[in-house]
């Protein structure tokens, strides 16, 4: 079955940076576009990025210029580097599939920007 595994989350202070991974597993990993979420306490959870099964890229505007998101198919993982954090990073990230009807999440990773 699909299964994503995020880690790399954590705390961190204002200007640092984090590399999140995702290890996905169950699926032909290469064939699809693969997202990062986020959801803060009290909002709505919002795309953050997404990489297409070619590896062209997408992310919101409010992280462009300090968020990459990269794939590396040989390991089936995920990467969502993240530089220039702000306490507005705050959030749980998420790693996401969509497959066919179903939208698949692994369980996410907790991003804290604090001083």
């Known amino acids: 079955q699909v299964q994503l595994v995020e880690s790399g989350g954590g705390l961190v202070q204002p200007g640092g940076s984090l590399r999140l991974s995702c290890a996905a597993s169950?699926?032909?990993?290469?064939?699809?576009?693969m997202y990062w979420y986020r959801q803060a306490p009290g909002k709505q959870r919002e795309l953050v990025a997404s990489?297409?099964?070619?590896?062209?890229?997408n992310v919101a505007e409010s992280v462009e210029g300090r968020f990459t998101i990269s794939r590396d198919s040989a390991e089936n993982t995920v990467y969502l580097q993240m530089n220039s954090l702000k306490p507005e990073d705050t959030a749980v990230y998420y790693c996401?599939?969509?497959?066919?009807?179903?939208?698949?999440w692994g369980q996410g990773t907790q991003v804290t920007v604090s001083s």
């Open positions: 990489v297409t099964s070619a590896g062209n890229t």
């Open positions: 996401s599939l969509r497959l066919g009807l179903s939208n698949y």
């Open positions: 169950g699926f032909t990993f290469s064939s699809y576009y």
